[in-house]
């Protein structure tokens, strides 16, 4: 009987589908995700507010981090049945298999008796009728949505097949002040904005923060002093240093895959090129000679690569290069300028700055170069870093409001979505995701 | 003591900026900048920044050349003006300065910054090449950080693709000999 519903659903859906062919390609490959209310054994007061409470708000927040990916549609949630906490490890397929869902997230959450949370998900398959991936956490009770976004990450990768980012960090340049005289923070928070902190206090104009693949550390651009500097600052303590002797002016910093080095460009009389430098500063080694700027560089995932941006041929264009600076060359050949290049996570695609008069644009790239495609339109999108395998952070400034803003967008295609922050921002980077 | 009470009491009229009375000029090479005459050094006056910015304006008709957008090359009005500002400087070899360059905002931050720098060594080296001492200048590069005009429009990039020369004084020559803000004192040549 169920099975005649699903198919009296499928031929519906079918017919809807080649009825509006160009609207429903897209959503005909995203999977459907049920995400009913998380329900609690019993209702506990707890330092983060009642157990059953913090049930909705876990899928809330499992149901907005998987939205925010673009990789899936959740069903609405007033149409789904509840369950029983017993029920999350053993649903009753025959509730679920008319809401049209391909997927099925349950769980429970339970207060412990030392005032920690039990939070465990479950994800099902409804067409194959079995678990296909499950998570638990004991978390301190206002931790709960740290479980939540780890219960996303599993979801996603299991599904999508790429790293889940839910449970990242984003590092910024919060901007306040006029466009004349402007205030530049350093600022870092969680990727749904939550625990936003600042790291600098606005007297010395920062740019270009990068976090240390360990998330500890951050690279950035410090105008203390005069003239700009890459420095190296700790995200939780105190440490804060220039990276070489003053008097260098030095920029675009990135951190090698191991931590253990930092690409920068430093310019000296007219003449921009790309060092290497370990993190005590001492003997930059120097990666390209060519007279003119050669600047914004970044790592292949191994390391063993590089790729940046480069006016040697009287505009900027995308060159690579092996990581001791050999085997220099050319690999963007669009009839635009092309800038600050980023390599992805997967080391197969580059995403870039695509510069046109009157338009800056967002793009991506095969690594060789081909298969180059925009992602998006606006009227200055720049600064790109990935987020994850399929996701591209970057910087967007509206020509009305002259406010700069961070959006994500799937280099699948897709309407950028803008990312939350207090304050308008600009320079994002990502931490990694949490495995 | 007394001497220590007259370096207190100079100390405490330069902090609170207040205007002293010119010092009779010195009498032609009494000694060369920077180094103190023989008992205790000359009640200077220190003549504010904005005065002496406002002089190098004056005398070299800008503070600032402007570029072609992308384009670091000094055009003839720029030389004239660089030209004018060497002659200034070199008439007063104890005042530092910051040569800032600038970019439009339409360019990426890293190129910039790259650029910014590449316009201030354009004219810093014209600076040398008049004669300037190069412990005078210092390049910085503000990229796109400082644009002139709150407008964000592609009409403004002319007035972003700066190069300022923004007078620092060298703090150790504070009770030295001063310039007077009177252009062209012949004893200070």
Request: glycine share 8%.
């Amino acid at each position: 009987m169920p099975d005649l519903k699903a198919k009296t659903l499928c031929a519906l859906a079918c017919a809807f589908l080649t009825i509006l062919p160009t609207a429903a390609v897209a959503q005909d490959t995203l999977p459907v995700i049920a995400i009913p209310p998380v329900p609690t054994p019993r209702n506990v007061e707890t330092d983060a507010g009642q157990t059953g409470v913090i049930g909705i708000q876990i899928a809330d927040q499992i149901e907005s981090d998987l939205r925010s990916s673009g990789d899936f549609m959740v069903v609405p949630r007033n149409t789904l049945k509840q369950y029983s906490p017993t029920e999350a490890g053993a649903p009753l397929y025959q509730n679920w298999t008319g809401t049209g869902a391909s997927n099925l997230v349950t769980g429970y959450v339970q207060a412990r008796e030392d005032g920690r949370l039990t939070v465990a998900c479950y994800l099902y398959d409804l067409k194959q009728r079995r678990e296909i991936a499950r998570k638990g956490y004991v978390v301190a009770a206002n931790e709960w949505r740290r479980a939540a976004h780890r219960c996303a990450d599993a979801f996603y990768e299991r599904i999508s097949g790429a790293a889940g980012f839910f449970d990242s960090t984003v590092a910024y340049v919060a901007e306040t002040g006029t466009r004349v005289a402007p205030v530049k923070r350093l600022a870092i928070m969680n990727w749904d904005a939550t625990d936003h902190r600042y790291l600098t206090q606005g007297g010395t104009t920062v740019l270009s923060p990068r976090l240390s693949p360990d998330g500890e550390r951050i690279a950035y651009v410090s105008f203390s002093g005069g003239a700009p500097h890459v420095r190296i600052r700790d995200v939780d303590g105190n440490e804060d240093r220039a990276l070489l002797p003053q008097g260098t002016i030095s920029f675009a910093p990135r951190w090698s895959p191991d931590g253990r080095r930092v690409l920068l460009s430093m310019a000296v009389d007219g003449n921009t090129d790309i060092y290497l430098v370990g993190l005590d500063g001492n003997y930059p080694q120097r990666l390209t000679s060519t007279p003119g700027v050669d600047t914004a560089a970044s790592f292949s995932p191994d390391g063993s690569r590089i790729v940046f941006e480069s006016d040697r041929s009287g505009r900027q264009q995308v060159y690579v290069m092996n990581s001791n600076g050999s085997g220099q060359q050319r690999i963007s050949f669009g009839a635009a300028g092309y800038a600050s290049p980023a390599w992805s996570p997967s080391g197969d695609r580059i995403a870039f700055t695509r510069a046109t008069p009157g338009k800056l644009q967002i793009g991506v790239m095969r690594s060789d170069g081909g298969e180059e495609k925009l992602l998006t339109d606006g009227w200055q999108d720049e600064a790109p870093v990935w987020a994850g395998g399929r996701t591209v952070l970057f910087q967007r400034t509206d020509p009305q409001s002259t406010h700069a803003a961070i959006y994500s967008v799937q280099i699948t295609g897709g309407q950028p979505k803008r990312l939350t922050t207090p304050q308008p921002g600009s320079d994002p980077d990502w931490s990694g995701g949490s495995e | 003591m007394r001497f220590a009470a007259i370096i207190f009491a100079l100390a405490v009229s330069a902090s609170a900026a207040i205007a002293q009375p010119f010092p009779q000029p010195l009498p032609p090479g009494a000694y060369p900048p920077g180094a103190y005459p023989p008992g205790a050094p000359p009640a200077a006056p220190v003549v504010p920044l904005s005065v002496l910015q406002a002089d190098l304006k004056a005398q070299s008709g800008s503070d600032t050349v402007r570029f072609q957008r992308e384009s670091y090359v000094l055009d003839a009005t720029s030389q004239q003006v660089l030209a004018r500002q060497a002659q200034w400087l070199l008439a007063r070899p104890w005042i530092r300065a910051n040569i800032e360059g600038h970019a439009d905002g339409r360019l990426t931050r890293d190129y910039a910054l790259a650029l910014g720098e590449r316009r201030a060594a354009a004219v810093r080296n014209f600076l040398l090449a008049q004669g300037v001492s190069p412990g005078q200048l210092n390049v910085v590069s503000w990229g796109r950080e400082r644009p002139t005009s709150a407008q964000l429009h592609d009409a403004t990039w002319l007035q972003n693709s700066r190069v300022v020369t923004v007078l620092k004084q060298a703090p150790q020559q504070q009770f030295g000999p001063q310039p007077l803000p009177q252009p062209d004192l012949p004893n200070y040549r």
